[in-house]
């Protein structure tokens, strides 16, 4: 038996049919698409999205976003939301809708999360060539802009014929749902073709279960990774991502509390461990707390428990300090259980951690250590208090800021950052108090990623309240995802930090002798020639009003406090909290380091300064081999 249908339209039908399982619990896959259409989509896709929504409503309901990047940021926090079992597609025209697209699907690819992308692309008769926006290759016919999402997705086809649509989807689908495998997922389809008929067997469009896998160890890995924990005497777990992503934070919580051995976190392993937990020592590395720290340089085995140890999380290889030094590495993915020369224990989080705290039996680590270790973590805990409270004035820190967020909000609340001064701080100082409440998009760091990013998470799980921290920098990169927001009625309450350009470069340009060139928002001015003039006449929070946004704005911790308030009642769409806060007012130290090279000659005393002391730090690096 067959059915003639669209290319477009088989593949709206095929992913109304595919799920997820894992632990015996569906999904849907592809829960929705997002998208934009163009001449390259609109009358392919988009005329299979329309007859989905008109004859199966629920199917594979469509919104429209206002940039292809941030619905692929929406999908991204979406498919993070719920722990990469369920995503979203989205769908592009050809050309510059298409290539929106890329640096969504590099944040996906690089933060290991699921997104299905569909742009458009030229057509593959090629009658109609060169089509418009077509990048006419002199020297092959068979490229076009979207070959650009080759080394940012995971999986990439270009359906050509319609025959080839069943192989790509299923590969699609496959990846999407391989832990070690997933990413961006990128089926480029020709714009002639999504509208092309054929006859597809009804096979095609049965309903289909992607089993998620829960590997389990190797009994000689598991044997010899408890033998080198057993001989530790100061162990240190660093918990990342896949720990939560796992949903292994209770197997992790038995580990901790069985064996002693405290736990730090990454920016994505962060709410592995309840902050208040006597064992968490926090976040680790160039953002680190100094309890963390104290405790990674002189830990004799690091247990990296779904990490990729990003550059963050080692402070650029010198935060495991102690020269001898080893790793055990419980990860799903090959890649990272091998780094840091590690003892590679390749499974799935939690089935790894239950192996390991059956067969660590009654061993625990010694009481000085685990004194040391609950001292160093309340000393850290007072830092935060007083970092919540300074009383910082004209203007506020913005630790105070993170501090009254943080209190306002519900524990199952989620906080969302990407990019600035915001995710250092919120790493060091945000007090988490369940896995999924901390959402800080930290493997591509990318300005634009907040808001459309909280769209997101707040599409995955509507009965949490989103706190979305942006600097005023990202905002203006893409805020534009408020709108879909206000269309969609999706409720997030977005904290806009106004300190009138980068801080956070601003602070690391400064350090690194470079004079916070180029860092602030300032009029150019007559007399110097240079950005020094007097601050922009810029009103974000008008912005945000005039996009149909409700707006609060706060000038004082207590004001701001308030407005939280205020902002929690509210229901039926975004609510954006405008606050100014002091860009010089730092964070407390974390006492570590980050490779970022000084110019090695310079006419600049500043920088010839900077870079005596980069080099210092250099002679501190190691690599663990
Ligand atoms: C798309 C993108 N471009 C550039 C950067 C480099 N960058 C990191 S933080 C930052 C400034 C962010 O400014 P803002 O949002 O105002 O935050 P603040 O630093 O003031 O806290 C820049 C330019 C980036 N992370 N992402
Ligand atoms: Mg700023």
Redesign the pocket.
Known sequence: MTVRLTVGQATVRFLAQQYSERDGVEHRLVAGCFGIFGHGNVAGIGEALLEAELEDPGALPYWTARNEQGAVHAASAYARMKNRLSTLAVTASVGPGATNMV?GAALATINRLPVLLLPGDIFATRVSSPVLQELEDPSTYDVSVNDAFRPVSRFFDRVWRPEQLPAALLAAMRVLTDPVETGAVTLAMPQDVQAEAYDWPEDLFRRRVWHVGRPVPEPEATERAVTAIRQAQRPLVVSGGGTIYSEATDALRRLAESTGVPVAETQAGKGSLAYDHPQSLGAVGSTGTTAANAVAREADLVIGIGTRYSDFTTASRTVFANPDVRFVNLNVAGQDAHKQAGLALQADARRGLEVLVERLGGWRVDDAYSDRVKGLAREWDATVESAYHLGHAPLPA?SEVIGVVNEVSEPRDVVVC?????PG?LHKLWRTRDPKGYHVEYG?????Y?IAGGVGVKMACPDREVFVM?????????AQELVTAVQERIKIVVVL???????????LSEELGAQRFG?SYRYRNDETGRLDGPKLPVDLAANAESLGVVVLRATTVDELRSALRKAKEHQGGPVLVHVETD?LAGAPDSESWWDVPVAEVSSLETTAEARRVYEDHKTQQRLHL
């Open positions: 640096t913005q990407a990019a600035g001064s915001m701080d591509y760091s990318c300005m634009g907040e942006v600097g005023d920098g990202s905002y203006l990169m893409m930090v106004q300190n009138h350009g980068f801080a956070s470069i601003g602070a860092t860009p």
